[in-house]
């Protein structure tokens, strides 16, 4: 995802009634374990649940109890809430799981959205669109050309998401709680999300800088280390934070706009905010659509600043003569060339593929998310009814 902010929740202001402080405390190493046997296995049960609605009857119904089924309906389990008793590994296994499920799946398309957002390509790598992109990379290139750099992308996507997600859960319910107790708090979201996407970046820069000088026709790197080990020796380790201000400038917006989409698009599809992964797919795709058409000028820079782009070097140098600078650096003079080298339109190089990217990932990354949420609250629904049966005998 680009951007990861893809672990937007709210925070129920009505009463959570099914909080047990028994089952709050279950062990994150059988929650986890548990999580990989759902999310792995391909049961009865987890294809039940992924039916449109939580409050389905087969499998949320209430025991019968003769002394509590006045309490029955208040047992629902209060899916909008994640459960007190999930712990921070569960929720770092969940974002890594969704990080690295966004980013494998969609890599050779944005191999070819670094490619298309290139200000000075080579000939043999000017495309029409996307599908002639890939056709052509797999023609003369290989097969698996598109997916060069993607363990570099696995690797950082792995813990970057993870901590993402748990910073955002942690920090969100610390500042929600002395904020506004009890209650829905933008202030306390937007902070949270901002110091998520803080550490985001900081753990995915590098791994961005790496693949995306690996995904550049005619990348001269055989691999990842060879990559990482040359642009050490050449240019430094500040080159592997040369576009972090910039990434962070284009997170901003971004995940702003992200959020505020999805949130709306909930409001119209999904207005009960149950789980319904049809609406978690489409609201997503539709976020992400947008905030990525409105954020590329800011992604071709980075881009530029990533990659060190040759010929868009040359063409700088040969234009300010002797004293011009060996490197591209900061967002400021990545603007002034992207506009002296492409114009106005040079600014949206490579807009179509971004779309393609971004639309199926955080479609991706939504429904992972929230197939994780439902299923710990179901989870924990089901533990409290066993309690509740073994007390009552």
Not at 33 to 55: A, K, N, Q, T
Not at 64 to 83: I, R, V
Not at 155 to 184: C, M, Q, R, W
Not at 266 to 275: A, I, M, V, W
Request: net charge neutral; with cysteine.
């Amino acid at each position: 995802m680009e951007a990861d902010g893809f672990v937007r929740r709210r925070r129920m202001t009505a009463e959570t009634t099914g909080n047990d402080p028994g089952v709050a405390g279950a062990s994150a190493g059988a929650e986890v374990r548990w999580l990989g046997g759902r999310f792995w296995g391909v049961s009865e049960s987890i294809v039940g649940s992924l039916s449109p609605r939580i409050g389905s009857e087969a499998e949320l119904q209430s025991v019968d109890f003769t002394s509590a089924a006045a309490q029955d309906h208040s047992d629902e389990p209060d899916y909008e809430g994640l459960p007190q008793g999930a712990s921070t590994s569960t929720h770092m296994l969940a974002g890594a799981v969704a990080g690295i499920m966004e980013h494998c799946i969609m890599f050779p398309v944005d191999c070819v959205k670094t490619r298309m957002q290139s200000l000075q390509p080579d000939p043999a790598a000017r495309y029409r669109n996307v599908m002639d992109a890939l056709r052509r990379i797999v023609a003369t290139e290989g097969v698996m050309r598109p997916m060069r750099g993607l363990n570099a992308t696995a690797l950082g996507a792995g813990p970057a998401h993870a901590l993402y997600f748990a910073s955002y859960e942690k920090l969100k319910k610390t500042l929600s709680d002395v904020i506004h107790p009890g209650a829905n708090s933008h202030l306390a979201n937007g902070a949270a999300g901002c110091v998520a996407t803080l550490l985001h970046d900081a753990v995915m820069n590098p791994a961005e800088v790496v693949k995306q000088r690996m995904q550049m026709y005619n990348s001269p790197y055989r691999g990842v280390l060879d990559c990482v080990r040359a642009v050490w020796h050449k240019e430094g380790a500040a080159a592997f934070y040369r576009s972090y201000t910039t990434q962070l400038t284009m997170n901003v917006p971004f995940q702003a706009l992200h959020f505020m989409t999805y949130e709306y698009l909930q409001e119209l599809l999904n207005p009960h905010r149950q789980y319904n992964p049809s609406s978690h797919m489409l609201s997503g795709a539709l976020a992400g659509a947008i905030a990525a058409a409105a954020t590329t000028p800011l992604d071709v820079c980075k881009t530029l600043l990533n990659t060190q782009e040759s010929l868009a070097l040359s063409s700088v140098a040969s234009g300010q003569g002797q004293g011009a600078h060996r490197h591209i650096t900061g967002l400021a003079h990545a603007f002034r060339t992207v506009y002296r080298l492409g114009g106005l339109q040079g600014f949206f190089k490579g807009v179509q593929a971004r779309i393609i990217y971004q639309m199926p990932s955080t479609a991706i990354s939504w429904s992972v998310y929230e197939f994780f949420k439902y299923g710990l609250t179901k989870h924990q629904h089901e533990k409290r009814r066993s309690q509740q049966m073994e007390a009552e005998l």
